[in-house]
Structure formats: C-alpha cells, structure tokens
C-alpha cells in the first residue's frame, strides 16, 4: 500500500496534526510519510514531547518509525498488528503527558487486550489541556462515545522539571458509539480545583479561587460555585507550580470549562480570573463543547459506528485541522452546519463515521 502523504504545515501545523495522523494510521494499518512537521513554529520539526508520542504509538503497533530525531522535519510510518500488555513513554521534559493521552488512547482502546501506560513529563504544561481538564471534563464526554479508561495521577509536574507521572489504564472497545450532543440545558453548578506546589504557599490558591468564584458569581448569580484549594506534599508534586481549572455542569450532562496557570510575578487574582473569563467566553459561545473539547472529540468522531453530531460555537483551527487529517486518512464525511447566527454564530459537526472494529 503506497504511503498517505500528509503536509504537516497544514492549517494549524502543530504537533495535533501528528500525534492524530500516526494514531489514524495506527488503527487502519495505513503507511504514512509526514513533511514539514511544525514548519511554521519557532523551533520546527519534533520536539522530544512529540518524539515520545510517536514512538509510543510505533510500540503499540509494532511499527517501523524513520525519522524519529528531535528536529526532523519529516518521519516514515510502517504501522503493524496492535498489540497490548505495558508501555512506558517519557518525555524527560516538562513536555506534556496529556498530549501523550491524545494520541495514544484511540489506539488503546482497539488493542486486543488490556494496556498500562506509564506516562512521565509535565502535567499541568502550557499550550496544552491540563490533567485536570482531562479527568474532570474529556473523560465524562468520552464515556458518551463508550470510551472507558482509568488515569490515576501517581505524580504532578510542572515547568521547568517535569517529572509527573499519569498511569493510563485501558480495556478493548467493540466499536465507537456515536454521539448527539446538541441540548446544552441550563447550568447548574461550577466547581473547580485551585492548586499550588512546590514552594508556593497555599493562600496563593486561596486568592486565584476567591477572584475566580467573584468573577463567576456575578455572571451567574443564581450558580453554586465550589472551588478547592489544593496545596500539592512535596512527595505528591515535582517542582513549583500553581494554576486553576472551573468546570461548569449543565442540565443535559454537559461540561464546559476554563482553566490557567500561574507564571512567575502573575497575581493570583489575575489567574482566577483568566480562568473565569475563559469558562464565561465559553458559556457565552452558545456551544455543547468548549473550544478545547472539539477538536480532542474528531477522532472519536471519525471512527463511530453511525453519525455523530455535536453543537459548538465557533469552529477553532484546530478542529478544522483535525478534521482535514481524518478525512485524508479515513472514509469518514464530516459536514459543519450553521444552526444560529447573530451576535454569536453556532455550528453543529457532524460525522458519519466508519464504525471501526477491533477485527478490523
């Protein structure tokens, strides 16, 4: 079978395009040649984090990888049968161990057997979901794909050091379900997680949770707002580190959220309510999924047994990204169907998807 040629500066020409490109190929057992890996960023081509997350993938499928540099513009993928038992992938930066997440389950949930994944970098990382948001928001929306797996938290960590360690448990699929996420109901309580380590003292949290809960109170007076406040033992955290997430829950099942981290000389109000503001803009969109889910959900999308469809509100680059990818290297049909205009534009995705069986 001739290699599927994927242009890695496409649209967003991030690291999305190749940690979805080498998983797809992966699960259809489709030889891939990817060029201009993040041709447009400052440091283009791999980065170690991206590195880790292909050959992670290589692993699993038993493929052949060439390549494989930190700083190659592009890689060759062989891919062969899955297989499942333990993996052990590590970034040995602060790079991101959700990313790893990303690219790695579709893949997992297809092997033929049970997988344990220990996952080591960063877990709260920049430019990327934090765990949190993976555990709190991603997991629950999974579930509705019939998407199950355990990911326990063994060790937080944060920039510069890394050092986090995530131990990701899955079981085989038969087949992806395909979703209808188009209520978004009303919203009944927001809750979230304040936390610092390290260094940090604890009332840092207490102040990024205050700022935060005044700013959501005031946009929804008549919401409960819980936040905890977290100060990370020594034994539970490598390095210093502090950031929020706020997830709102709505009447349909629906999880929306924002998040922030803190950077050196950044007050904790200013955190809180970067974060708030964040799941407000969000809320605001008119949207089932935030603008962080849409394009993590594609994938799932994409292998479905049936048409999914979900409500979002503006379309980001990097679902619009994730889709192209999948359609070059699947025969799923995504259409993106305008469903409200005016002060705010809403738009359904939906996909009908190719019903992937492990005996596939």
């Known amino acids: ?82 297989k499942f038992g333990r993996y052990v992938a590590d970034t040995q930066t602060a790079g991101s161990t959700v990313l790893l997440i990303q690219s790695s389950l579709p893949c997992l949930l297809f092997s033929p057997g049970p997988c ?13 979901p934090q765990i949190d948001y993976t555990l709190m928001v991603f997991k629950v929306i999974a579930e509705r794909f019939g998407v199950q797996f355990e990911c326990r938290v063994c060790r937080r960590g944060y920039y510069p050091k890394g050092g986090g360690e995530l131990q990701l448990s899955t079981k085989p699929v038969p087949f992806i379900k395909a979703v209808q996420i188009t209520d978004r109901g009303e919203v009944t309580e927001v809750r979230g997680r304040a936390f610092v380590a390290g260094v940090l003292p604890v009332k840092v949290a207490a102040r990024m949770a205050h700022s935060a809960t005044r700013m959501l109170q005031q946009q929804l007076p008549s919401v409960c707002v819980h936040i905890e406040v977290v100060q990370e033992s020594r034994e539970a955290a490598v390095g210093t580190g502090t950031g929020l997430i706020v997830v709102a829950e709505t009447s349909t099942g629906c999880l929306l959220a924002g998040s922030a981290l803190g950077k050196k000389g950044q007050p904790a109000e200013d955190v809180g309510e970067t974060a708030a503001r964040m799941l407000i803009a969000n809320l605001e969109s008119g949207g089932c999924v935030d603008e962080y889910l849409q394009d993590q959900l594609i994938i799932f999308m994409a292998l479905a047994k049936g048409k999914s469809r979900i409500r979002c509100g503006a379309i980001t680059l990097h679902t619009e990204t994730a889709i192209e990818i999948a359609q070059q290297l699947t025969e799923a049909k995504f259409m993106i169907e305008k469903v409200a205009t005016g002060r705010r534009e809403v738009f359904d995705i939906c996909c009908e998807g190719i019903g992937l069986t492990i005996s596939q």
């Open 1 to 82: 079978m001739p290699a599927v040629v994927i242009d890695g500066s496409l649209l967003e020409g991030g690291g999305q395009i190749l940690r979805n490109a080498v998983s797809m190929s992966c699960l259809l057992k489709k030889p891939i040649n990817i060029i201009q890996i993040r041709a447009g960023r400052s440091k283009p081509g791999l980065r170690p984090q991206h590195l880790t997350g292909i050959r992670l993938l290589s692993d699993i499928c038993q493929g052949n990888l060439e390549g494989d540099s930190v700083g190659s513009m592009s890689v060759k993928f062989q891919p062969n049968s899955m």
């Open 116 to 128: 344990e994944v220990i996952l080591r970098g960063g877990t709260n990382a920049d430019m990327a």
